[in-house]
Nanobody
Framework: QVQLVESGGGSVQAGGSLRLSCAAS????????MGWFRQAPGKEREFAAV????????SYADSVKGRFTISRDNAKNTVYLQMNSLKPEDTAVYYC?????????????????WGQGTQVTVSS
């Protein structure tokens, strides 16, 4: 059983930056691809970014490409999401998740373990 705890959310003005962290425990971290998903009020949870077990492969949603960077530190059992040039439409609860089957997956149904989420609010 893997436990995931997100941190780093908050309120920021448009154009600002935030760095989210997700600390994992209870499993072998480098056996899991790690994804970030987000859910805005009244909308479905959507894929934002994913990083492979080694960190060598990443993928991003078109809406965040060029602004967000996902990375991981397997020695610290932590995955990060650096968010720059934030926009009001980035406002959402951000969740990290772990899956152990694919090199990377953008499908939320493939993810077995989820954190509780951290709120990101971007004001205009």
């Amino acid at each position: 059983q893997v436990q995931l705890v997100e941190s780093g959310g908050g309120s920021v003005q448009a154009g600002g930056s935030l760095r989210l962290s997700c600390a994992a425990s209870g499993g072998t971290f480098n056996r899991y691809g790690m994804g970030w998903f987000r859910q805005a009020p009244g909308k479905e949870r959507e894929f934002a970014a994913v990083v492979s077990r080694s960190g060598a492969t990443t993928s991003y949603a078109d809406s965040v490409k060029g602004r967000f960077t996902i990375s991981r530190d397997n020695a610290k059992n932590t995955v990060y999401l650096q968010m720059n040039s934030l926009k009001p439409e980035d406002t959402a609860v951000y969740y990290c998740a772990a899956e152990g089957v694919f090199l990377i997956s953008t499908n939320r149904g493939d993810y077995v373990y989820w954190g509780q989420g951290t709120q990101v609010t971007v004001s205009s």
